[in-house]
């Protein structure tokens, strides 16, 4: 069983649509991911949150939008998406701390199936 | 750059030993982590290695030579369900990480 959530775990939505990803972390982590998974591709970050503040990350295009309500919880917004944008959408946390003994493990959600026709 | 190479696919039968690559390019290094990702599910955390030699773990064993920017899996006694993708990943210097494409094992009976 995984401590990272995922919902949902499919969706396929047209080029105008707007649609939310939800992530959903139970390991009280103060870290949390999104990734981009594509076929043959390595994984493709997107977005981190550490302690609730985001990392900016200028190569992802605007019509991603992510949200972090609080260190639980992290969202994807998604707006007037590309057909190039269909992918596998992960989300993770980590613990991260100032000690050398942080190994920066990824404990990983199952992932949204995402299709933008 | 940075970069991640191992290759894309191997194929091992039921019961043998498999061993897969990974060399990397980075701009500092803070550690060389392997995940295991079966089809449709998540990546999950096999192994860690961050000083130079051999880490055993059961059926799987992770090496690293930082000196030559190499590292292996090691899978022994091959069973079925070892059937997935191995994603190999280095941490840089500022703990980001660094995939690479992954490598699809097919175990054959």
């Known amino acids: 069983e995984t401590g990272v959530t995922q919902t949902p775990r499919h969706l396929v939505m047209g080029m105008t649509n707007k649609k939310s990803l939800k992530c959903e972390q139970h390991?009280?982590?103060?870290?949390m991911y999104w990734y981009k998974q594509s076929a043959k591709k390595p994984l493709e970050l997107m977005f981190v949150?550490?302690?609730?503040?985001?990392?900016e990350n200028n190569s992802v295009p605007s019509r991603f939008s992510p949200e972090c309500p609080n260190s639980s919880h992290l969202f994807l917004h998604l707006h007037t998406l590309q057909p190039e944008d269909s992918a596998l959408y992960l989300c993770?946390?980590?613990?991260?701390?100032?000690?050398?003994?942080?190994?920066?493990?990824?404990?990983f959600g199952e992932g949204s199936r995402l299709t933008v026709l | 750059g940075q970069n991640i190479d191992q290759p894309t696919e191997m194929t091992a039968t039921e019961g043998a030993i498999v061993q897969i690559n990974c060399t990397y390019q980075?701009?500092?290094?803070?550690?060389l982590f392997w995940y295991q990702q079966h089809a449709g599910e998540a990546p999950t955390f096999l192994s860690y290695?961050?000083l130079d030699g051999l880490e055993e773990k059961g059926r799987f064993s992770s090496f690293l030579s930082r000196s030559k920017g190499y590292s292996y899996l090691l899978l022994k006694e091959l069973q079925m369900k070892d059937s997935a993708s191995y994603l190999c990943?280095?941490?840089?210097?500022?703990?980001?990480?660094?995939w690479g494409a992954g490598t699809k094992l097919i175990i054959k009976p």
């Open positions: 993770a946390s980590s613990q991260l701390s100032s000690g050398s003994s942080n190994t920066g493990e990824l404990f």
């Open positions: 390991l009280g982590h103060n870290a």
């Open positions: 949150y550490s302690l609730e503040e985001r990392v």
């Open positions: 980075t701009s500092g290094f803070n550690g």
């Open positions: 290695n961050v």
């Open positions: 990943a280095v941490s840089d210097s500022n703990y980001q990480l660094i």
